[in-house]
């Protein structure tokens, strides 16, 4: 394993938190932004002063460092509402120059996710759009969509999206952990009568555009009955000749792989041949092991192997606790992993919900929570050493 991983923090309760009265934040998101030539790094994640997950008073905030992750401009409040706002997703469109921040909203339970929206902005940050709503809390019958992993552009120009459909109260729905099983709930008012039922629907799909984020479509439904399939993260594999596949699919060209959290103490896996996100493989376990955690999944190019292309994947190594967290990296399209290294081993700590960039080749930035103590990031050099 790479003994090359270096540790800075994005955001510190002790220092910015207690400045700014923030002490919960968790979900962080990172984005490589290439602009005018400079390579900057963006962060966005969910905040609150509650000291815990959900609460009404819950935004997102973003920052961005000018030196690759070592320091870090003040964060500014993207977004709030009267009730909770969720897990940023960003993504920069370079022809474009131009930053996406998604993120999921509660509008009528106190629950993860609700609506699926978006703002943009031309000056990294600086402002930002109106929100755009791209999926609703009522389509699929009525259900919160959460997000909490990167998108996918595929080498068709395709955007491809993972989110998933908890049903509310899910915490009481399935039964293994739940964060807002420790959070207090205000009291969830009946539906007016008449209303439609809430929908026990659990199941993870993907948003795919196929005009650089301009218009969305819902794709695909991957559920097991035993377990709980979320915080999906996504890579496209190695690109099909498009002559060899169906007229319909020819904007795609590549294959997907999608990884799941579960209650089951491992990971699960699921696959789209064709790459239009309608049609999944059955959700099933892999080799790793995932104690009810988010995993995070990028791909990177090694310059030690030819350039060769590897998915690099962050999770917690444990089927009980989230810590150690570790990077495997697979050169067989996720049929197999290897691990690469360790980037938190502190057994008492709880090390959470990372996220994968490659920054350069053989290079992975991979964020992270680090409860009771803020977000941080680590570097990983993928490549041996030549000592």
Same mark, same amino acid.
């Given at each position: 394993?790479?003994?090359?991983?270096?540790?800075?923090?994005?955001?510190?309760?002790?220092? @910015?938190?207690?400045? %700014? *009265?923030?002490?919960? #934040? =968790?979900?962080?998101? &990172?984005?490589?932004? +290439?602009?005018? $030539?400079?390579?900057?790094?963006?962060?966005?994640?969910?905040?609150?002063?509650?000291?815990?997950?959900?609460?009404?008073?819950?935004?997102?905030?973003?920052?961005?460092?000018?030196?690759?992750?070592?320091?870090?401009?003040?964060?500014?409040?993207?977004?709030?509402?009267?009730?909770?706002?969720?897990?940023?997703?960003?993504?920069?469109?370079?022809?474009?120059?131009?930053?996406?921040?998604?993120?999921?909203?509660?509008?009528?339970?106190?629950?993860?996710?609700?609506?699926?929206?978006?703002? @943009?902005?031309?000056? %990294? *940050?600086?402002?930002? #759009? =109106?929100?755009?709503? &791209?999926?609703?809390? +009522?389509?699929? $019958?009525?259900?919160?969509?959460?997000?909490?992993?990167?998108?996918?552009?595929?080498?068709?120009?395709?955007?491809?999206?993972?989110?998933?459909?908890?049903?509310?109260?899910?915490?009481?729905?399935?039964?293994?952990?739940?964060?807002?099983?420790?959070?207090?709930?205000?009291?969830?008012?009946?539906?007016?009568?008449?209303s439609p039922a809430d929908v026990k629907l659990s199941s993870a799909g993907v948003l795919v555009s196929l005009d650089s984020g301009a218009s969305w479509t819902a794709r695909g439904s991957v559920q097991l009955a035993s377990t709980w399939l979320i915080e999906n993260t996504l890579v496209?594999?190695?690109?099909?000749?498009?002559?060899?596949?169906?007229?319909?699919?020819?904007?795609?060209?590549?294959?997907?792989?999608?990884?799941?959290?579960?209650?089951?103490?491992?990971?699960?896996?699921?696959?789209?041949?064709?790459?239009?996100?309608?049609?999944?493989?059955?959700?099933?376990?892999?080799?790793?092991?995932?104690?009810?955690?988010?995993?995070?999944?990028?791909?990177?190019?090694?310059?030690?192997?030819?350039?060769?292309?590897?998915?690099?994947?962050?999770?917690?190594?444990?089927?009980?606790?989230?810590?150690?967290?570790?990077?495997?990296?697979?050169?067989?399209?996720?049929?197999?992993?290897?691990?690469?290294?360790?980037?938190?081993?502190?057994?008492?700590?709880?090390?959470?919900?990372?996220?994968?960039?490659?920054?350069?080749?053989?290079?992975?930035?991979?964020?992270?929570?680090?409860?009771?103590?803020?977000?941080?990031?680590?570097?990983?050099?993928?490549?041996?050493?030549?000592?």
């Amino acid at each position: 394993m790479s003994s090359n991983v270096l540790h800075d923090w994005i955001f510190r309760f002790d220092t @910015e938190g207690a400045a %700014l *009265g923030v002490t919960y #934040s =968790h979900m962080v998101n &990172i984005q490589k932004i +290439e602009h005018q $030539g400079v390579r900057l790094l963006g962060a966005a994640w969910q905040a609150s002063s509650a000291g815990c997950e959900g609460d009404p008073g819950q935004h997102v905030r973003f920052s961005l460092s000018w030196d690759a992750g070592q320091t870090w401009g003040p964060s500014s409040c993207v977004m709030y509402g009267l009730s909770a706002v969720w897990s940023p997703i960003l993504h920069y469109d370079e022809a474009a120059s131009r930053l996406y921040l998604f993120y999921s909203e509660s509008r009528k339970v106190h629950s993860p996710g609700g609506d699926i929206k978006v703002v @943009e902005s031309t000056d %990294l *940050g600086g402002s930002w #759009s =109106h929100p755009r709503t &791209i999926l609703t809390h +009522e389509a699929d $019958g009525g259900v919160p969509k959460v997000l909490a992993n990167k998108l996918t552009v595929l080498s068709s120009g395709a955007w491809v999206l993972p989110y998933w459909r908890e049903p509310p109260d899910s915490w009481e729905l399935y039964p293994h952990y739940h964060p807002l099983q420790h959070s207090p709930k205000p009291p969830r008012p009946a539906p007016p009568a008449g209303s439609p039922a809430d929908v026990k629907l659990s199941s993870a799909g993907v948003l795919v555009s196929l005009d650089s984020g301009a218009s969305w479509t819902a794709r695909g439904s991957v559920q097991l009955a035993s377990t709980w399939l979320i915080e999906n993260t996504l890579v496209g594999l190695s690109p099909t000749e498009p002559s060899q596949l169906p007229r319909e699919s020819r904007d795609f060209q590549e294959s997907l792989l999608m990884l799941f959290r579960t209650g089951e103490g491992k990971i699960f896996a699921s696959r789209c041949e064709d790459g239009r996100g309608e049609e999944w493989t059955p959700a099933v376990p892999t080799e790793l092991p995932n104690p009810n955690s988010k995993t995070g999944m990028t791909k990177c190019r090694l310059p030690n192997r030819s350039g060769e292309a590897c998915l690099a994947l962050a999770y917690n190594h444990s089927t009980t606790k989230r810590s150690p967290l570790h990077l495997a990296c697979s050169y067989d399209d996720g049929e197999s992993w290897v691990q690469s290294a360790v980037l938190e081993n502190d057994e008492q700590g709880n090390f959470a919900y990372p996220t994968p960039i490659e920054w350069e080749d053989g290079i992975v930035k991979v964020a992270y929570t680090v409860w009771n103590g803020g977000l941080r990031v680590a570097t990983v050099n993928l490549a041996p050493s030549k000592s």
